[in-house]
């Protein structure tokens, strides 16, 4: 049977890595697809409390968020702070704030604007009432405490 | 006669793509949000008259500042009172304590027996956000049972079963009745 043998090297030929970019490229706009840019640095600790009646937040686009907790850096103490955007801020500064938010957003999106609110789990009700009272005031009715998934007994 | 030119080696192309998606994966998160959204009432006016409510159609749940709860002027614990809104708000037409009903009818549902009955939550400016968390979610959920309890009576299915029309249906037969009291010291006794 030798006449079937073939002659010559016997090596295994070398694997093309020319599609290895394609591929990479692909994983890339995945990537791009899925996930949103992250958009603040977060200035307070936001250990939020669980809740099992929750709902998801839809286009994230239409949410703004308000971060309450107390500051990461220790120097600042431990009493809840608000952070707005990038920056710490004072009740007095969100209803320019939402109306910034509402500015940025198309006209017929405005409506479903939501404010998320991510706040510590051992914050004082206090500064939350009183965002509360702020959004009130300046007509964004819409809220989403946001929470994790769990037995909210445990909190 | 023209010039060859050489051919670009694009061996170093996948690390090009390998940088630029190493960039994308540290850049963006992929976490999804979860929560409770609720809907804030408009400002009250200064000259608002009270609306009067009957006694028996409220439940009072009371949060004070070391996060103990009172329901109806009793002390309570946070287990219980998803028991207890539920049961307040299960209309009981013949109990003379319970709050008043009344039957509408809806679309698709029919007519239906209504609870008058209102929750009204009322929390301290020191209560922890962990625990008013906990009684907003503990005062879904029971609506939520509400909720199930009638499509299943209904429409013989799971809530999340049902059609966007039927969910509708469902929501206006069964109204989430729970109103924060303006915002006021408790204080710490109790």
Redesign the interface.
């Given at each position: 049977m030798g006449k079937f043998r073939k002659e010559g090297k016997k090596e295994v030929p070398q694997v093309s890595?020319?599609s290895?970019?394609d591929i990479?490229?692909m994983?890339?706009f995945f990537?791009?697809i899925?996930?949103?840019?992250?958009d603040v640095e977060l200035k307070v600790k936001t250990a939020m409390?669980?809740?099992?009646?929750?709902?998801?937040?839809e286009r994230?686009a239409l949410?703004s968020s308000i971060y309450i907790g107390p500051p990461r850096d220790a120097k600042l103490g431990t009493e809840s702070r608000i952070q707005l955007d990038d920056a710490f801020a004072r009740t007095s500064d969100i209803p320019d704030w939402i109306l910034k938010e509402r500015e940025s957003r198309s006209e017929a999106d405005r409506p479903f604007l939501?404010t998320?609110l991510k706040?510590?789990?051992?914050?004082?009700?206090?500064i939350?009432?009183d965002v509360?009272?702020e959004?009130?005031?300046v007509?964004?009715?819409?809220?989403?405490?946001?929470?994790?998934?769990g037995s909210?007994?445990e909190? | 006669m023209a010039r060859k030119v050489p051919e670009i080696n694009?061996?170093s192309?996948?690390d090009?793509?390998?940088l630029?998606?190493c960039f994308?994966?540290m850049?963006?998160?992929?976490d999804?949000?979860?929560?409770?959204?609720?809907?804030?009432?408009?400002?009250v006016e200064q000259n608002d008259e009270d609306v009067k409510v009957k006694e028996r159609n409220v439940m009072n749940v009371k949060v004070n500042?070391s996060d103990k709860l009172l329901v109806n002027g009793r002390p309570s614990d946070?287990?219980l009172l998803k028991d207890e809104a539920k049961r307040f708000m299960t209309p009981r037409p013949n109990d003379e304590t319970a709050p008043e009903v009344e039957t509408k009818h809806f679309d698709l549902v029919g007519d239906v027996l209504m609870s008058k009955g209102v929750i009204s939550l009322q929390?301290?400016?020191?209560?922890?956000?962990?625990?008013?968390?906990?009684v907003?979610?503990?005062l879904?959920?029971a609506f939520?049972e509400l909720k199930e309890e009638m499509a299943w009576q209904k429409f013989h299915k799971h809530l999340d079963q049902l059609s966007e029309e039927q969910t509708k249906a469902i929501n206006e037969a069964v109204p989430v009745r729970v109103s924060e009291a303006e915002?006021v010291e408790i204080g710490a006794s109790n």
């Open positions: 890595t020319s290895l970019p990479v490229y994983l890339i990537f791009m899925t996930t949103s840019m992250r409390p669980k809740a099992t009646e929750i709902q998801k937040l994230k949410v939501t998320a706040v510590h789990k051992e914050t004082r009700m206090g939350v009432t509360k009272q959004l009130r005031k007509g964004a009715f819409r809220i989403n405490y946001t929470t994790l998934k909210a007994l909190n | 694009s061996s192309q996948a090009i793509a390998f630029l998606l994308f994966l850049t963006t998160s992929m999804v949000d979860y929560g409770i959204t609720r809907r804030l009432p408009p400002p500042k946070i287990t929390n301290d400016r020191g209560t922890s956000y962990a625990m008013y968390i906990s907003q979610n503990e879904a959920r939520n915002p």
